[in-house]
């Protein structure tokens, strides 16, 4: 009886973490370089590149968008981050069949990397 009971216990957890991930995730992008930056593109390595697009950034400023993740993918993926032109990182907040279990992603931009924090 007890054996039953972990094992249901055990499958209810399953369950209920599953259900927790996210199609939708709030990126903060912080612009803590000496310059300002004239170009963000944040995408996904999914082949129908959904993206969040941020022409201009302010030194010392910071700007919060809503990436919706398409939720018809299937498969993993990771986020991949341009700034200027240049590929800071592409291998963070892992996507599995277009969802994540992120709510927030902070980006700090500082002169040639990004800092990622993800919760």
Do not use: W
Not at 20 to 42: A, G, V
Not at 57 to 70: A, G
Not at 73 to 79: K, M
């Amino acid at each position: 009886m007890k054996t039953i009971f972990k094992n249901s216990l055990f499958l209810f957890c399953f369950i209920l973490l599953s259900c927790n991930s996210q199609n939708k995730i709030n990126f903060t992008f912080i612009n803590h370089s000496p310059n300002k930056i004239e170009d963000i593109i944040l995408t996904t390595s999914y082949t129908n590149k959904d993206s969040i697009q941020i022409r201009s950034l302010d030194i010392n400023k910071s700007l919060t968008r809503e990436f919706n993740l398409n939720s018809k993918n299937r498969g993993e993926a990771n986020f991949i981050l341009q700034v200027n032109g240049d590929t800071l990182n592409s291998n963070f907040g892992y996507i599995e069949n277009g969802r994540s279990s992120y709510k927030n992603i902070e980006i700090e931009l500082k002169s040639d990397t990004a800092i990622i924090k993800q919760n």
